[in-house]
Structure formats: C-alpha cells, structure tokens
C-alpha cells in the first residue's frame, strides 16, 4: 500500500485531532481510497486555513509598484522578486532564460487631417488618488510586432473587423482596400482582425475600445466605477498566434542559447500591415467625421451619435516605428518534489510580464502563485509532501506569443508528455466574484468537485453553488467562450490566449483555466493596476485567497491521488455532440460512420473505466494504480497527432483548436476541411481522427 500523502502524526501537528474527525466523515474523494481520502481532507483544512489576504495584498502592490514589460529592467524585477519569494518560502528554485524576439513603440503618432486637425493616439489620463495613472514611465498605445512605417489615408469603419464585417461592407458596395480601417474591440482577438484586414488589402488597421463593450454604457467608469473612462487603451501583441506561438524566429523549438532561427520575414505569425490601439475619446473624432451610409443593424456603438461606414471624408495620418529585437526574457520555476512519484509533475501555471502594471492581467494571479507558494513552502518545512511533484511555473513574455511557457514546453517536451499530469492555469486570479473556468472535458466533474468543497467568499455558500446561480459565461478578454459538458455550469472548451496553450494543444496534458471574473473595463490599459483591484476589482482580496484555496486544492488532489480523477465518459458525450455539428456541417457528402463507430468504441472503454472507479470506491476491486495512472495519462496524448493540424502543424490536438479568434474550434482537421470546400482532405482528416480516438478507447481497454 502507498503511503498516506500526509501521515496521520503530520495532520495531528497540523490540524488536530477533531479535522482528523471531520476529514474522515466526509465522502471520499474521486480517486482516492477511504484512508487517502480522510488524509487529503484534512490536508486541505490547513491548506485552506493558512492564506492571508493582507499578504496577498502586500505581494500585489510590491509586483505592480511599476511597468514590467517583457524584456525591460521592469520585468527583471518583477523575475528577480518571484525567484526570492521562491526561495525564501523553501521551494527549489531556478531562473530559466530564453533568447526571443520582442517588440517595442519607438515612435507612434497618429493625427486625423480632413476634415480638421486633431492629435489622436493620446496616453490614458491621469487620475487624483491612483498615482501609478501619472508615471511617465508608461509607453504610449502601441501594438506589439505591428509593421511600421507611414500611412494616410480615407477611413472605413469595419465595425469589430471580422469576416462577416467585410462580406457586409461587400454587399453594401463599400470600398475598403488601400483605405485605413476602424474597428472596435471584442467579438475576436486583434491578432485575428489583423490578419483579415491584410488577407483584405487594407493598408492600416486602428482598433479602440468601444463604450458600448467595456466603457459608461456598462457602467460607472474609473475612477468611479471598473468600467473603462473614455482615454483607456487596450495595449496588446498584433500576432498570429493561432498559427504557431511562441518566439517568432524558432517556430516549434526552444529558444535556447545556439538555436536555430528563421529570418522574420520567413516568420507566419508577424503582421504585414500597420495596427495601432486607440481610446474612443480619439475614434469619437473619426466616427463623427464619416460620411457614407448609416451603419447596419448591429453596428452601432455607444458613443451618443449615429455611427456611418464612410469612407471618409475623415482621413488619418499613421506614423510609427515599432521595434523586433532580441531581447532576454525570464522563467521563474519552482518545484515541491513528489515523494512517491516525483517524476510526475501537476503544472501550476502563471506568467508575471505586463503591458503596463497588470494588476488583473496578471498580477492578481501571480499574487495568488506567490501566497500558494509560501502556504505550501510552510507545510514543506513541518514535513508534508506531495506524492507527485508540483511545478509552479512563472512564465514570462506571456503578452507577446505566450513566449516563455512555449519555449519552456518546447525545451522540455519529451519529459512532459510522458510525465505531466496536467496544467491548472491561472492567468488572472479576479477581476470580480464570479468564477469561471475553461477545461478538457475529462475535468470537469474534477472542478465542480472541487468548487463544491470551498466556500465562496460572498458566505453561506460553495464557490460551486454561487457559480451556479450565475452561469453566465464570462471572459475577461472578450474572445468569446463556448461552452459544454452535462453539469449545471458554464465550463468553457480550451481555445487560446494564454499559457496553457503549449501543455494542451501542444502536448496533449489535460488543462483547467481558471479566474473570479466580474466588470473589467480597464483591459492591458494604464488603470489596470493596484488601485484598480484594491477599489473595485476585489476589494479585501478575500476572493484572491479563494483561489490560493481552489488552486492549492486541485494540485494536491490531482498531486496524492490514487487513481488520477479524471472522466472520460464526459469527453464521450463531447465527440457525440461535435459530431452532430459536424454532420450538419457536412451535409450528405462525408462518410461518418467510421467516427461514429470509433466515438462509440471510446464511450464503452469509458463506461468500463467509470465501472472500475466505482467497484474501487466502494472496496469491491484495487485496480492496479501505476499501470492504471500509466493509461489514464496517455489517453489525452493519444488525440495529438505528431504532424499536427493542415496547414498549422504545432497544433497536435485533434480535438480543439484555436480560431483566428483564440475561440475553440472542434474536430479542426475535418472542419477548416469542410469549411474551404476540400472534400478530399476532410474525409482524410476523419479517418486521421477517428484513428486518434480508437486509440485512446484502446488504452482505456488496457485498464483491467
């Protein structure tokens, strides 16, 4: 028999005789046996008992004392304090670094010339009470990795830039090539209404940030409320990430000292046109001055006239010299080593670099990695252990092309498919009081175990609870977010857009993204900072300690299981849901038989498996655990496929993908297919597939 993840004298030390009592009355815990159970229980009474909030806060205010870009002195500081905090809490420490191509604003400047003489591209103002809102130090708005160069021109309004935005400016006779475009934030992300204004000839792109998404027509706006004051700017990557991330130059290698590099203009992923971030303070000057027909249904914006397409009569002079250089980026990895089997590591996943002072994105979840850190480094010294390792990773250049994580994936790839267990990201620990999660299917019933044990903040309910009498789905970057799965909240399927992206798509480790949502007007602009978060985003941290919790929780569950908990009934249920959109999709003329057979072959193997965790729970069957854990973990890698996805190959998951958008895609292969009329690659792609899942149904088949 394993030994117990903490023994019955180390609870006593730590929690008592009467948590002992509790834990052991308690149901026992998906994957774990009776006596672990009770053990893992009482473990998470102390793990529950010792977060502060005034440490928590402390910590934050010291990450966002000033700008900490990617590759900047700022940066270094922030690295150099999460490596000291580290190491004084007793976790075994490293600084990893990265050579990689980063981006920087030498000179932006952007003015409208017809019909009048404005300065737009104006710096968020300053605001009495929140002194970080006056540094000088803050860049100006700027897109990192936009082409530089000088372009004037009419303006056509684009509405939120995306495909159908341009068919409808088609079937309204409206001219947009060789014109600079305007299109506001949200419905997609920027990197992906960059590329359809190049695939479209527009010459430049200038995105703002609407009122009617994230300013007054929400709410109060800062200083008053969290919702954006008509100056904020949403700074961020123009990248095509969805293609491949990471650094731009070592596409599916790690950016290690000697690597081979591509030129840039070999580069996928950087942007061939001009794309600059303003505030509707400055595009109310350029909508105001559009002529042309009235905007179509669903086109209108908040500011308080009617919104025309133009072109012009505004035109707009874009000047800007915006840097690629090479620059050191940074990695903080710390590792509480496993005792039964410390080859094994649960990824604690988070990234310290910031557009401006990040103090939702993401200094609120390295705040919360930094207090887990010391709650756990405390438990270490008075002699608990996990069973497997945990690695808290603190990755850096996440803003750019979720940089360090992808390299980190890339240098350690081999080590982490065969052994990581899985990835439980937290990009952004709150914004507000909701909670929201994105997941594998084969981890959802994992969450809502998990949310069901901790109380919410708000008092007298489960985290789990409160969440389910608000499922709305929320998502704090305004990508969109589809949900599935069979329990009564809202679990988002895994798209993009932040650090889980290299451990799941890329190598097939099962992945939790998770974050207390609410009212985020302030998104990578200036007002995102302490004073934002202490003020409105989560006043008293009290739900920044829920997540060191939540998070300390599912890394110790998923550390000192028996079994892994993870459910792949719940993933059956998905490929019948997929391969309904599918057949609607198709139409008569793809063969889905094969896959339906397959999907079917999986759902009994899950059947099994779930027969086999159950007769376990009761006592009635002791499964053998190294070689069950062994096949519960390859089932995840079985849908990757080395060559990866048509046209995208660092994308090995077959299952999910991300759009242009970062939104999920499902069944890419046979879809993106489907959707370019190539009937030929679309059934070679579902048999690739429905290969893919035969497999993991077969390694299910290997459990006895």
């Known amino acids: 028999m394993r030994r117990l993840s903490c023994r019955p004298a180390g609870l006593l030390f730590l929690c008592g005789i009467s948590c002992w009592v509790w834990a052991q009355e308690r149901p026992a815990l998906r994957g774990f046996t009776a006596d672990h159970s009770a053990a893992q ?47 004084r809490h ?72 995306r495909r159908e935005d341009y068919q409808q400016l088609d079937r309204m006779g409206v001219d947009y090539r060789g014109k600079i475009a305007l299109a506001r934030y949200f419905q997609g992300y920027r990197g992906g209404k960059s590329l359809e204004a190049e695939q479209r000839g527009v010459a430049a792109l200038i995105i703002y940030s609407d009122p009617a998404e994230d300013g007054y027509v929400k709410g109060d706006t800062y200083p008053d409320g969290p919702w954006g004051p008509p100056s904020h700017v949403q700074r961020g990557a123009n990248v095509y990430d969805f293609r491949v991330p990471g650094d731009p130059l070592t596409p599916g290698w790690a950016s290690t000292a000697g690597a081979r590099r591509i030129a840039e203009s070999e580069s996928e992923v950087l942007p061939k046109i001009a794309t600059l971030p303003i505030s509707y303070a400055d595009a109310q000057h350029i909508l105001r ?88 480094g405390q438990m270490q010294r008075e ?8 690695l808290l990773g603190a990755w850096d250049a996440e803003e750019y092309t979720l940089t360090g994580s992808t390299e980190y994936g890339e240098e350690h790839a081999e080590a982490l498919r065969q052994n990581a267990v899985a990835c439980l990201n937290v990009d952004a620990a709150s914004s507000g009081d909701r909670f929201s999660a994105s997941a594998v299917p084969s981890l959802r019933r994992f969450i809502v175990e998990a949310t069901r044990d901790i109380q919410d903040p708000a008092g007298g309910r489960s985290i789990y609870h409160r969440w389910v009498e608000n499922t709305e789905a929320q998502n704090v970057r305004g990508y969109g977010v589809d949900v599935g799965g069979s329990y009564p909240v809202p679990i988002g399927i895994l798209g993009s857009g932040s650090d889980y992206t290299v451990f799941f798509n890329f190598l097939g480790i099962p992945s939790i993204d998770m974050l207390f949502d609410g009212p985020y007007g302030v998104y990578h602009s200036l007002y995102d900072n302490h004073f934002w978060v202490d003020r409105f985003g989560d006043p008293g941290f009290h739900y920044h300690r829920a997540m060191v919790t939540l998070w300390a929780t599912m890394a110790t569950r998923l550390a000192n299981a028996d079994v892994l908990p993870f459910d792949y009934l719940e993933y059956a249920r998905d490929f019948e849901t997929y391969t309904e959109d599918l057949r609607k999709l198709a139409g008569s003329g793809l063969q889905l038989q094969e896959l339906d057979d397959a999907i079917a072959s999986f759902r009994r193997a899950a059947e099994r498996v779930e027969g086999i965790l159950d007769r376990a729970a009761r006592g009635d069957q002791d499964p053998g655990r190294a070689a069950f854990n062994q096949a519960l973990l390859r089932v995840e890698r079985d849908l990757t496929h080395p060559d990866g996805l048509p046209g995208r190959p660092w994308f090995k998951h077959l299952i999910y993908a991300p759009l242009p958008s970062y939104r999920a895609e499902t069944f890419p292969g046979v879809r993106e297919a489907l959707l370019e009329q190539d009937r030929p690659r679309a059934q070679g792609e579902l048999e690739r597939l429905s290969r893919a899942i035969r497999q993991a149904a077969a390694t299910l088949d290997r459990i006895r």
């Open 41 to 87: 229980r009482a473990l998470e009474q102390e793990l529950h008992r010792q977060p502060r909030t005034d440490q928590i806060r402390l910590y934050h205010r010291i990450l966002t004392e000033e700008p900490h870009v990617a590759g900047t002195a700022g940066g270094k500081r922030v690295a150099d304090y999460i490596l000291q905090e580290f190491q």
């Open 383 to 390: 002699g608990w252990k996990p069973e497997r390792t945990l």
């Open 289 to 376: 001055n559009l002529a042309g027909a009235p905007v179509p249904a669903g086109w209108q914006g908040g500011l308080p006239f009617t919104y025309h397409v133009g072109p012009g009569p505004a035109e707009v002079f874009l000047n800007q010299e915006i840097s690629r250089e090479r620059r050191k980026i940074y990695d903080v990895i710390g590792k509480i080593p496993g005792r039964s089997h410390p080859e094994q590591v649960v990824i604690l996943s988070n990234h310290h670099d910031a557009w401006v002072y990040g103090g939702v994105d993401p200094s609120s979840g390295t705040a919360v990695l930094l207090e887990l850190a010391r709650v756990l």
């Open 90 to 161: 007793g976790i075994q420490s490293e600084m990893v670094e990265y050579d990689v191509l980063l981006s920087y604003p030498r000179e932006v400047s952007l003015s409208l010339v017809v019909p009048e003489q404005k300065k737009l591209a104006n710096s968020e103002e300053g605001y009495p009470g929140d002194k970080d809102s006056y540094d000088p130090r803050v860049d100006p708005p700027w897109h990192a990795y936009a082409a530089s160069g000088q372009h004037q021109g009419q303006v056509v309004y684009v509405n939120y830039g």
